[in-house]
């Protein structure tokens, strides 16, 4: 079992900044694909950024390519997810999830936290 805890969400404006963090504990993920996805009202889920927890490969959708960064520190086992810029569409259910397959699914969820983006 992997346990996953993000942090970090809450209100801003258009063109604000945002860090997410995913604190993640549990079973060893040294192998893992991790990553968040995000759900905005209305809408399915669907996949924002994904990173290699060992190498750091990189991976985004593009919609947020250029805007957002994803980042681990393994020594603290969290990762996090930079927002730049962001917009009123960024608004959303933010998770973080573990051993992602592809850009669809994963084996493990947080919670969730919302970030909300004001126009």
């Known amino acids: 079992q992997v346990q996953l805890v993000e942090s970090g969400g809450g209100l801003v404006q258009a063109g604000d900044s945002l860090r997410l963090s995913c604190a993640a504990s549990g079973r060893t993920f040294s192998s893992y694909v991790m990553g968040w996805f995000r759900q905005a009202p209305g809408k399915e889920r669907e996949f924002v950024a994904r990173i290699r927890w060992s190498g750091g490969n990189t991976y985004y959708a593009d919609s947020v390519k250029g805007r957002f960064t994803i980042s681990r520190d393994n020594a603290k086992n969290t990762m996090y997810l930079q927002m730049n810029s962001l917009k009123p569409e960024d608004t959303a259910v933010y998770y973080c999830?573990?051993?992602?397959?592809?850009?669809?699914?994963?084996?493990?969820w947080g919670q969730g936290t919302q970030v909300t983006v004001s126009s």
């Open positions: 999830a573990a051993n992602i397959r592809g850009t669809s699914g994963a084996d493990y």
